[in-house]
């Protein structure tokens, strides 16, 4: 590495290593240093040179990678020459001497243009084609930090909503490029819902949800892949109008057809346990699944369980609490101390719960399910004129205000739900 002065700057003069001869015809550079002071150039020699190197690697990546790779080399070919990347469409609308300087950077001693160079300051590279079974892949690699901390379970039913609305959308519209999906093909896929919804009486939130994940999803890779890409997916969403809401279980009810003896009797012991503890509990059925042995704690005065964020996320901040064990609710986990193994991180509990109950006639109607039970226990709450800070405590739901204190003692919400047990 040579540095040598030529008036009053200084240059770093240094021969071109053989494999960039395809991209760099002069066997040496001279490349200016930018300053006249001879300490601060030798400071800036090793980057400056690092900066070539690099921007000789991206034309290289320009010449011989994909389409994806050309396209990232071209840009960082541009950065590394002093100019900002731009399409060949945006380069062409510059003012005449701010485009004359670009095409004056792409000309080669011999005097032609180097296409390397001119698909990265004059934007020629091709912009990568990604269509959406593509995007949905690039997807899952640009969200890895929405799935830290979630257990496999909870990562497979974070995806599994994004790739139905993606199946659904490919298969009205087609697999097409990202930049081939017009305003009418979006509005062909909400007319499909449409259909869809009054053919088999299903709510808007249907299709809403598919749009929503649709969107989200094409708009990161948009944005992350830098494609420049304004896509149609605003105003698909349908009025939703009055939710519903899950329907809890009369008390009556439970105590005549869920507790009645045997009622549960060739139910699997874990999904038995977990029915049962939920019924003076409250917790939401994947909290229980989660539950490791040492949140479980039955050898002390007041035996209760910790919902802790260990080996999963839980759906709120609020939703981190510990709960007293009474009732049939203590008995169920004295039955099952150690957890949960067969539902630890796995789908199946709703779903071998809700079958058996409706098999079972312990459903009141066919909108009920095992999370009604849930709204059950908070209904008896609010029916004995427990404090709205316990209950919320209780539920594991955020209070509307600011939060002062620890809350109630373990012995108050053991009192709290002695009153309320089944």
């Known amino acids: 590495m040579t540095i040598l002065q030529r008036g009053t700057i200084w240059y770093l003069k240094r021969r071109v290593h053989p494999r960039f001869a395809r991209i760099e015809v002069r066997p040496s550079v001279w490349i200016s240093l930018k300053t006249d002071s001879r300490p601060e150039a030798d400071r800036r020699a090793i980057t400056v040179w690092n900066e070539a190197v690099a921007g000789w690697e991206a034309a290289l990546a320009v010449a011989a990678g994909n389409t994806e790779a050309k396209y990232a080399g071209a840009k960082e070919v541009a950065r590394t020459h002093g100019f900002r990347f731009m399409p060949v469409e945006q380069v062409a609308a510059l003012p005449i001497n701010d485009l004359l300087a670009r095409i004056e950077a792409t000309i080669t001693p011999q005097g032609t243009m180097n296409p390397v160079l001119a ?9 990568p084609r990604i269509n959406l079974s593509a995007a949905l892949e690039v997807y899952w690699h640009l969200s890895q ?12 039913r974070w995806r599994t909503p994004r790739i139905k609305a993606f199946k659904n959308l490919i298969g009205v519209i087609g697999d097409l490029d990202l930049d081939q999906i017009t305003a009418d093909d979006m509005l062909e896929f ?39 890409l304004i896509l149609p997916l605003d105003g698909l969403s349908f009025a939703e109008g009055e939710k519903g809401t899950r329907a809890p279980f009369a008390e009556d009810w439970i105590k005549d057809r869920i507790l009645a003896p045997g009622a ?23 909290e229980a699944q989660g539950l490791r042995a040492i949140d479980i704690r039955l050898d002390v005065n007041i035996p209760h369980i910790s919902i802790e964020p260990e080996g999963r996320t839980l759906k709120t901040s609020a939703s981190r609490r510990v ?12 039955a ?5 193994p067969r539902y630890a991180g796995k789908a199946g509990l709703s779903a071998t719960v809700n079958k058996f109950l409706r098999e079972n006639a312990m459903m009141p109607t066919t909108g009920h399910t095992l999370y009604g039970l849930r709204h059950s226990f908070e209904d008896r709450l609010l029916d004995r004129d427990v404090d709205e800070r316990i209950r919320r405590d209780l539920m594991g739901h955020a209070l509307n205000r600011e939060r002062y204190g620890k809350g109630a003692s373990l012995a108050k919400l ?7 047990a089944l």
Not at 265 to 286: D, F, H, K, Q, W
Not at 414 to 419: R, W
């Open 119 to 127: 698909a990265g300051i004059l934007g020629t590279a091709q912009r």
């Open 145 to 156: 930090d929405k799935t830290t901390g979630k257990s496999p379970d909870q990562v497979r």
């Open 190 to 228: 909400r007319d499909w819902w449409w259909r869809k919804i009054g053919g088999e009486d299903l709510t808007p939130n249907s299709a809403n949800k598919d749009f929503t994940h649709i969107s989200s999803t094409l708009r990161l890779v948009v944005k992350m892949k830098r494609l420049g």
């Open 264 to 286: 549960l009797g060739s139910l699997n012991t874990e999904a038995r346990c977990i029915v049962l503890g939920m019924i003076n509990t409250g917790y939401r059925p994947s």
């Open 323 to 334: 709960i007293p064990l009474v009732g049939v609710s203590l008995e169920a986990f004295r």
């Open 336 to 340: 099952c101390p150690d957890g949960f």
């Open 414 to 420: 053991a009192e709290v739900l002695q009153s309320v």
